[in-house]
C-alpha cells in the first residue's frame, strides 16, 4: 500500500513515505511550510516549489507595472515548471496550501 497510513496491528499504524510535490513558501512561521515541515517530520520526501522563484516582490512602481504585464507568462512559466517536476518526481500527492496561480488545466494534467 502505498498511500496514508498501512494497519499493521489493530492499535499500532506506520506510515507508508509519500514522495510530495508542495507548492509553499519557505519562511519560517508561513502556515503552508508549517506542514512541508510535518510531512518532512513523518518521514516523507517533499519536492517545494515557491511562487516567489516566478512572482517577484517587487516595490518599485515600474518593475511593479512591468509584472502585472508579464503576469500571464510568468504563470505560465510557473505552471509548467509543476508539470516539469511533477513528470520527474512522480509524486503521491499534489500539495498547494493556497495555489493561486496554479490553473485548473494544470491540476487536471497533475491528476493524470
Avoid: C
Amino acid at each position: 500500500m502505498r498511500w496514508g497510513i498501512q494497519l499493521i496491528e489493530p492499535n499500532r499504524a506506520s506510515v507508508v513515505p509519500l514522495r510530495i510535490l508542495a507548492v509553499s513558501n519557505l519562511w519560517h512561521g508561513a502556515n503552508d511550510y508549517a506542514f512541508v515541515r510535518s510531512f518532512r517530520r513523518m518521514g516523507h520526501s517533499v519536492r517545494t516549489i515557491t511562487e516567489r522563484e516566478f512572482f517577484p516582490p517587487w516595490r518599485d512602481k515600474r518593475l511593479r507595472m512591468l509584472r502585472r504585464l508579464m503576469h500571464r507568462r510568468m504563470a505560465a512559466d510557473y505552471n509548467q515548471t509543476l508539470l516539469d517536476e511533477a513528470h520527474m518526481l512522480k509524486p503521491d500527492l499534489f500539495f498547494a496550501f493556497k495555489g493561486a496561480n496554479v490553473t485548473a488545466q494544470t491540476l487536471r494534467q497533475l491528476k493524470e
